[in-house]
């Protein structure tokens, strides 16, 4: 009989392998997002590379590519670690279906050898006749009937544990040819990680000469930012509902219900593309590899196609439209006490007052007056609390 050690013990080795493999999916799911991202990227950077002259969005794409084939590479490291803590553990798991496939088979051939000497029919009716009285005589049948069974039993056990090792042997080889192809990839991608930094080199050459052409264009971008904020203080205390939120703000009941519908959402909002690449991330910076020049998005830059519609990405209120620079504008949209902004949009579809469904065009992504690909910025904000968008968006 199997003890409840055992049982526990095969329990704990299950969900552990379990657990393993689904740690290990998640870093495959992710690896191929992240695959994609740059493939994407480095469609935008040959466009960009045989048409224009816009090193800095070039210098951004790159550094994009370098952060997403640095997490790529983590992230073939951990699942090369997982696999090789399954395989540990699957060795051992081998090793314990082999003893006890011995154990089963030394059991076994007693239990052969024993029916071996009371073969014959003749013994077996001796046995049974010899008995004292009918009872012991139907308890002598009854034994012998349990110990054809367990004879049988023992030998459907050791096929089942065969069966077994068979399966863990075969998913052994299986990692450890999954390991051998990881290594191959992780190679690979450290070649291209080492062509993307000459790149980079390269960039950071000609734009290191342009640092107070940069610089100028980042103030320029600030001021936009401080603009943006100005007019969000301005939407806040013109708030006139009767419900007051967490950020101090006041809304109607039903922009409190939005605000919850779109908190609750945080994580799967749609893309405000169809197609684009994240080119800088949220909050304070340095760009890389350029001395002396730091930068303070509020948002995500996101490069994309031309033409590209830029879409709402929730249900909402058009609350603002503010004229920028260079003839571009921001959309401002309200979602309760949360705010999506929407920078250097053009061809703007919609106008102030205006309720929004989730996925409505607002405009076009602009080029903003540059070479390059199409770039916007775009934000979320929870009362004048500035939040990460990246962190906002379905993965």
Known sequence: MISKTKILLFFCI??????????????????????????????????????????????????????????????????????????????????????????????????IYKSYLNKSAYHRSQYIFAAS????????????????????????????????????????????????????????????????????????????????????????????????????????????????????????????IISHEFSQNKGRLPWPVARGVISMGHGRQNATGLKNVEIENLGIYIVTDDNASVQSVFDGKVSSILSLAGGNMAVLVKHGEYFSVYVNITAVKVKVGDTIKIKQEIGRASHDGKDGNPEFNFQIWKGKENLDPENWLAK
């Open 14 to 111: 299950c969900l552990n392998g379990r657990l393993l493999s689904q740690d290990i999916n998640h870093l495959r799911s992710q690896r191929e997002k992240s695959k994609s991202e740059i493939l994407k990227t480095e469609e935008l950077l040959k466009k960009t590379q045989e048409n224009t002259k816009n090193e800095f969005q070039n210098l951004k794409l790159i550094n994009r590519n370098i952060s997403l084939r640095n997490g790529i590479i983590k992230g073939i490291s951990n699942e090369i670690n997982l696999l090789n803590e399954k395989i540990a553990k699957n060795a051992s798991t081998i090793d314990t279906l082999e003893k006890q496939i011995v154990d089963l088979k030394i059991d076994y051939g007693n239990v």
């Open 133 to 256: 009285d009918f009872n012991q005589a139907f308890k002598r049948l009854k034994y012998m009937q349990q110990y054809s069974r367990f004879r049988k039993g023992q030998a459907e056990k050791i096929e089942l544990k065969r069966e077994e090792l068979r399966e863990i042997n075969r998913k052994q080889e299986e990692d450890k040819l999954n390991r051998k192809a990881l290594l191959l990839d992780e190679q690979s991608e450290m070649a291209e990680l080492n062509n993307d930094r000459k790149d980079q080199e390269i960039y950071l050459g000609k734009l290191n000469k342009q640092e107070k052409k940069i610089k100028r264009e980042l103030e320029a971008q600030r001021a936009t930012f401080n603009k943006l904020e100005r007019e969000i203080s301005k939407l806040i205390a013109a708030g006139t509902g009767s419900e007051t939120s967490s950020s101090g703000m006041k809304m109607t009941p039903e922009e409190k």
